[in-house]
């Protein structure tokens, strides 16, 4: 394993690529010495799903197709559609208006948030102007204005959150930086926190069976991070965030430019360090924080070949648990350390129409260490990731394969111990009493092949179909996932999807559930924990509209999963945390339901609305009371149901900025606990607002978030007697942070 790490760093560190950018601008020609910039312009590549929309100077970056030459799209409502060749450089398009009018006043604006009716892919992508509508300092807060994506709070105590989406675990989505694993293995549990909001231009939402090139393990679908590349970011851009509870945030981006070469720094640093026991639980409310991020990209472009390579660092503490002055003390800390080198390379073959080659290539080395009270969690994780991708047409344009090999490599080494106390009075934990409980030494190489191919029949239809046969050494099987979108447009601001596919994904039980050691459970491991596998099926309409010439999207789906089989983690037996195979459950059922529903529209001017309701139906089988019963239960401290109402204002000059959302979160089930009398959580509402002033290069802005101050009660059970079996600290549904006001200034120096 040492070997094939060391040769894939290697190759890392000589290759250090990626697929390069093409930039431009849109624009109209008003006369022979008067244009005008086209803000919101959709820019595609055809017959793919990568596309963008230009910004307030109608500038527009876009991820360069796989194989050049290719056609590049440009199209906006009102305006005939642009097509353009494209080898390299730039490219400035002059659109004009399908309308022949003697004088027309063109006024656009780029939307925050937007469906995608082009690709065969369920996909919504999300842009800078979304994220700054709330206190955006890392990934986990980035989807408050989002019905698709839930952000929950992992315990009472840590302050980490996790993601839900289709109505699973954040562990079940795929999460990738610029189609580069981010969240995986050790990183499951807080790897949210790896990426600050200011570092991503876009997020793709990309629901359901996605691309088989991307890998295996998507079950409820894909979310992509862009960052921002050296072409079309801001040469400086500096963001200072403090709340009135004492946390400060800065961000720093930088640009430089040498020739050929660019690169972009990206610099964060967080800091809390104020004791808050609000509820008087003897508990913080809010841990104790100190945060370093670093990531640095450079960029090469040539003709043929595209280089690209990034490095980043990471070192996070958290200190959380009771307040110093308590007698007896619950101490939780949290270290992650990480180190990642990664590149991405494009070579362009110029005498073979459509063809191509890709190499991504990802190293990372992820320290992880966690204590909760008597529980303490070591673990030590080295990644290694490469990524093989030809493309060609096949005859023409519209058919278009792509095939490749991949490989994953992880070497993992993790425990448990717990400590036994010397004093159940006083809480002090004696070292010399020690417990391991759980210890693992393991190698996992999944080495696959796989292949997709995109067809179009005329401007209705297109299809995306893939396979891809991946090989695990533990087990000494080869694994299938075919899948497959089609897509019916039958206008062009309508799109019908369907889709299902497989995927497959090697569970790291222990820091998927991490925060599951908040409690004083006893722990059960089930013997041959097999990799998880399920299948998902799903059916979307997105429709734009427009009424009272003002335009609107309508965007509705349902989605199922089903499990072949899953890790099921049993925190139903008070006292006892269980992790088994479903297929080791009689009966064995697991499977998700997830209904949405989507509506954004301009009540006027410059005042936009979006509406979003979900309902979630997810249960799974687990042990009854003894081996030959089960019980089919709905997945615990899951909302049944979920609504969103965003609204946006900015006043003539677009200087002055407002943002309000209201989140309704539904009842969800809470596991049995003697200390809990109910068996669902109520329903609660939570309010986040913000208002901006923009001034010459500066934002400031001041806002809140949890406008109600609701909370949970009680989030800690047994909170004054941390060693008794009935302490539990990770049943939590609703914030344990009541009302938080924040503050902080933008500042953006152009090129």
Not at 6 to 16: D, E
Not at 192 to 211: A, D, R
Not at 288 to 293: A, R
Not at 332 to 359: A, H, M
Request: hydrophobic content about 35%.
């Amino acid at each position: 394993m040492k070997n094939i790490i060391k040769i894939l760093v290697v190759v890392c560190l000589n290759i250090n690529a990626t697929a390069q950018t093409i930039s431009g601008k849109v624009l109209e020609r008003i006369s022979n010495d008067r244009i005008s910039p086209i803000i919101g312009a959709n820019v595609y590549w055809e017959n793919t799903t990568v596309g963008t929309v230009t910004n307030n100077d109608g500038v527009y970056t876009i991820l360069e197709a796989p194989s050049l030459p290719a056609t590049l799209m440009v199209s906006f409502i009102g305006y005939e559609i642009a097509e353009q060749e494209v080898v390299d450089g730039e490219y400035i398009f002059y659109i004009q208006s399908s309308l022949e009018l003697e004088e027309v006043n063109i006024k656009g604006k780029q939307t925050s948030s937007r469906f995608s009716t082009i690709s065969t892919l369920n996909v919504q992508t999300l842009n800078t102007q979304e994220f700054e509508k709330a206190a955006c300092c890392n990934l986990s807060e980035s989807f408050e204005t989002n019905a698709t994506v839930d952000v929950v709070y992992n315990d009472a105590v840590s302050g980490a959150k996790k993601i839900r989406m289709l109505g699973l675990d954040g562990i079940y989505t795929q999460i990738t930086q610029e189609n580069l694993p981010l969240i995986r293995g050790l990183s499951s549990s807080y790897g949210l926190t790896f990426t600050p909001g200011p570092f991503v231009e876009s997020i793709q939402i990309i629901k359901g069976s996605g691309s088989v090139i991307n890998g295996f393990e998507s079950f409820s679908g894909q979310i992509n991070l862009e960052y921002f590349k050296p072409d079309c970011s801001e040469r400086l851009y500096y963001n200072l965030y403090g709340s009135a509870e004492g946390k400060i945030e800065n961000n720093l981006r930088l640009v430089k430019k040498n020739g050929k070469w660019t690169s972009n720094l990206f610099a964060h640093f967080s800091y809390h360090d104020a004791e808050i026991d609000n509820n008087n639980d003897g508990f913080l409310d809010m841990p104790l924080i100190t945060n370093f991020n670093f990531l640095n990209r450079w960029k090469f472009e040539n003709k043929n070949v595209g280089l690209q390579f990034y490095a980043r660092g990471f070192v996070e503490e958290r200190i959380g648990g009771t307040i110093e002055n308590r007698s007896n003390q619950y101490l939780v800390e949290i270290n992650n350390k990480l180190i990642e080198l990664s590149s991405k390379t494009g070579f362009r073959i110029p005498e073979e129409k459509g063809k191509s080659i890709g190499l991504q290539t990802s190293f990372r080395l992820h320290d992880f260490d966690a204590a909760f009270g008597a529980n303490e969690y070591n673990g030590l994780q080295k990644s290694a990731y490469l990524n093989l991708i030809n493309q060609t047409y096949v005859r023409e344009e519209k058919n278009i394969l792509k095939f490749g090999l991949s490989l994953y490599a992880d070497e993992i080494e993790q425990d448990i111990t717990q400590y036994n106390l010397a004093n159940a009075d006083t809480g002090i934990v004696s070292l010399w009493y020690s417990q391991e409980i759980y210890s693992e030494n393991r190698t996992d190489i999944m080495p696959g092949a796989f292949a997709e191919y995109f067809h179009k029949w005329g401007e209705l239809f297109s299809i995306t179909s893939g396979f891809r046969a991946d090989y695990y050494n533990k087990t000494d099987k080869f694994y299938a996932i075919p899948r497959i979108n089609i897509k019916y447009n039958p206008n062009e601001s309508t799109a019908i999807r369907i889709s299902g596919g497989r995927a497959l994904r090697n569970s790291n039980f222990i820091s998927d559930n991490i925060s599951l050691l908040a409690s004083n459970r006893e722990i059960s491991f089930g013997k041959n924990l097999l990799p998880e596998i399920a299948w998902n099926y799903g059916v979307n309409l997105t429709h734009c509209f427009y009424l009272n010439d003002r335009e609107g999207t309508f965007n509705i789906d349902f989605y199922r999963t089903d499990f072949e089989n899953q890790i099921v983690v049993d925190v139903e037996d008070q006292g006892i945390l269980t992790f088994t195979n479903l297929l080791d459950i009689p009966n064995h059922i697991s499977f998700s339901n997830a209904f949405q529903i989507d509506v954004a529209y301009e009540l006027f001017n410059r005042f936009d609305m979006k509406v979003a309701y979900k309902i979630n139906n997810s249960k799974t089988s687990y042990l009854g009371s003894s081996d030959n019963l089960s019980s089919l239960l709905e997945t615990p401290l899951l909302p049944k149901d979920r609504a969103l109402i965003n609204l946006a204002y900015s006043n003539k000059d677009a200087d002055w900025l407002f943002d309000a959302t209201w989140n309704y979160i539904g009842k969800s089930r809470i596991p049995r606990h003697e200390s809990i009398d109910a068996e669902y959580s109520d329903p609660f509402s939570l309010i986040n607002c913000q208002l901006t002033k923009k001034v010459n290069n500066f934002d400031f802005y001041i806002g809140t978030e949890n406008l109600l101050s609701y909370t949970q009660e009680n989030p800690i059970l047994d909170s004054y007697n941390p060693n008794s079996d009935k302490f539990d600290a990770s049943l939590i549904w609703a914030p344990v942070m009541g009302r938080k006001i924040y503050f902080g200034l933008r500042y953006k120096l152009n090129n």
